[in-house]
């Protein structure tokens, strides 16, 4: 997806809000889950039930019933970033969703459109399919599998809304129960982020895990990386055929993502990406470690 000149100018307005105005500031400090900022969920719709992503010796892969299909784009990734902010708010793995789906979607940076391929359609089908998801994560060395733990996102939920007049609220709020396993992994090892930068990158999930990525690895790293584009095409782009069109589209995204986020120091070369030690994204919380 290229950027038009709207798309830019509207980026470039929505950084320099970040920029003169810390995440805790604005209250605008949230969260992911690590292990889905080191491997992701797909970009697009693909065929079967199962997915699977490499980041060097760790391996995720998601399951979803097959009448359901995976969860996939960027939706999944809004929701995911805010329930889990939610959770390490909460410390309780039941979020409220609330009473109205239109102030919901508002939380999510979504207008609510109707039809076949609106915004209220695809949320919820993308609600179902992330809800329905189990994700199992492996370490392995040596070709030995060292570690893996898995879990489902959600033992359970309940959408009362009436998607036909998302402003209607409704007598009950609508809820999701994160599975015990999901709501551990998410307060053991969050990962901070701004909310403002998702919304402003939801066009391109691609552009989502890499801001959600670069903002944990830059959190801890003490001296330059140099990530070969082969690897970084098994943990982002695994549905390229070619890596030099992977390496494109990661370029693409990777000036948008920099907009937002200008403190992150990288180069590039034509086998990999160099990341150098750099400011964390979120200044006010401690560095992470790992």
């Not at 199962?50 to 939706?75: A, D, K, V, Y």
């Not at 400011?279 to 006010?284: A, E, G, R, T």
């Amino acid at each position: 997806m290229t950027m038009n000149s709207y798309n830019l100018n509207k980026l470039i307005t929505e950084a320099l809000v970040i920029e003169a105005e810390s995440a805790k500031e604005a209250g605008a400090i949230g969260y992911m889950a690590r292990v889905l900022t080191q491997a992701t969920i797909p970009h697009k719709k693909v065929e079967g039930n199962e997915f699977s992503r490499s980041n060097g010796i760790f391996t995720l892969s998601i399951i979803s019933p097959s009448r359901i299909g995976l969860p996939h784009g960027s939706i999944p990734r809004l929701l995911l970033a805010w329930l889990t902010t939610e959770a390490v708010r909460t410390k309780q793995n039941e979020v409220i969703l609330g009473h109205t789906l239109s102030k919901f979607m508002e939380n999510l940076g979504l207008i609510p459109t109707g039809g076949r391929w609106g915004t209220i359609t695809r949320l919820r089908q993308q609600m179902q399919k992330l809800f329905s998801s189990s994700v199992n994560c492996i370490y392995e060395e040596k070709k030995q599998v060292s570690s893996e733990i898995g879990f489902k996102i959600a033992s359970e939920y309940h959408l009362w809304w009436e998607p036909k007049n998302p402003e209607q609220s409704t007598l009950w709020q609508s809820t999701v129960k994160l599975s015990r396993d999901f709501f551990d992994e998410i307060i053991d090892r969050p990962v901070p982020i701004d909310m403002r930068a998702l919304k402003a990158l939801s066009r391109s999930p691609l552009a989502l895990d890499i801001y959600c990525w670069l903002t944990y690895r830059l959190s801890y790293l003490k001296k330059p990386s140099s990530i070969p584009w082969k690897a970084l095409q098994l943990q982002f782009g695994a549905d390229y055929s070619r890596t030099r069109d992977f390496r494109n589209k990661f370029l693409t995204q990777l000036k948008s993502v920099c907009l937002i986020y200008p403190e992150a120091k990288l180069d590039t070369n034509e086998n990999s990406l160099i990341l150098k030690p750099s400011k964390s994204h979120i200044q006010s919380l401690p560095k992470l470690s790992g």
